[in-house]
């Protein structure tokens, strides 16, 4: 299977910040690669696809890069509703794989 | 907009089998261009996905779990379920379905989702 790690596990960030959560693949995975934001109680929320691709509804504020086995997510200028836990998920071969998530919290 | 609803029950006895079934509010589950898939997440942990079905009938299963899985779906009731039998306390979770965009592997929309407890 294919390992996907998150860093940091945890940020604590201010409303307006610019925030980048890392997903590393332990093999290439080209831009097979998804975001999800998930609110606690909730099911998760596709943000990125692709990669870079940005979900339809999905605030510009959210953008997705990499490619290979190294991929971020930026938060361009947080609000209080991004305040969430944040997957990766590599779409490349099965068994689909998750990150362990990324928790951004309140400064 | 499509919505996914999950439905079963929230607790089961160690070694029985959880029936859990995922409604579709529209027509897609029979339109051929979306693969239908289940998801769990124990409470804090990461998500797992653990299987995907097509219209066609057509499924993939993750291996860790390829002896005691099965999932169908019921076009005419716009329906589609998971079997997961031999259950352990390791099998309590918060279980999702999901639409898989294109087959591509990228969930969307995903149901609310719904918590089993396996426990005596």
């Known amino acids: 299977d294919i390992q996907m790690t998150q860093s940091p596990s945890s940020v604590s960030a201010s409303i307006g910040d610019r925030v980048t959560i890392t997903c590393r693949a332990s093999q290439s995975i080209g831009n097979a690669l998804a975001w999800y934001q998930q609110k606690p109680g909730k099911a998760p929320k596709l943000l990125i696809y692709g990669a870079s691709s940005l979900q339809s509804g999905v605030p510009s504020r959210f953008s997705g890069s990499g490619s290979g086995t190294d991929f971020t997510l930026t938060v361009s200028s947080l609000k209080p509703e991004d305040f969430a836990t944040y997957y990766c998920q590599q779409a490349k071969t099965f068994p689909i794989t998750f990150g362990q998530g990324t928790r951004l919290e309140i400064k | 907009q499509v919505h996914l609803q999950e439905s079963g029950p929230g607790l089961v006895k160690p070694s029985q089998t959880l029936s859990l079934t995922c409604s579709v509010s529209?027509?897609?589950?029979?339109?051929?261009?979306?693969?239908w898939s289940w998801i769990r997440q124990p409470a804090g942990k990461r998500l797992e996905w653990l299987g995907r079905i097509y219209t066609s009938g057509s499924v993939t299963y993750n291996p860790s779990l390829e002896s005691r899985i099965t999932i169908s779906l019921d076009t005419s009731k716009r329906q589609f379920s998971l079997k997961l039998n031999s259950l352990t306390a390791a099998d309590t979770a918060f279980y999702y379905c999901?639409?898989?965009?294109?087959?591509?592997?990228?969930?969307?929309?995903w149901g609310q989702g719904t918590l089993v407890s396996v426990s005596p």
């Open positions: 999901a639409r898989d965009r294109d087959g591509r592997g990228y969930f969307d929309p």
């Open positions: 529209d027509d897609s589950l029979n339109s051929g261009r979306y693969f």
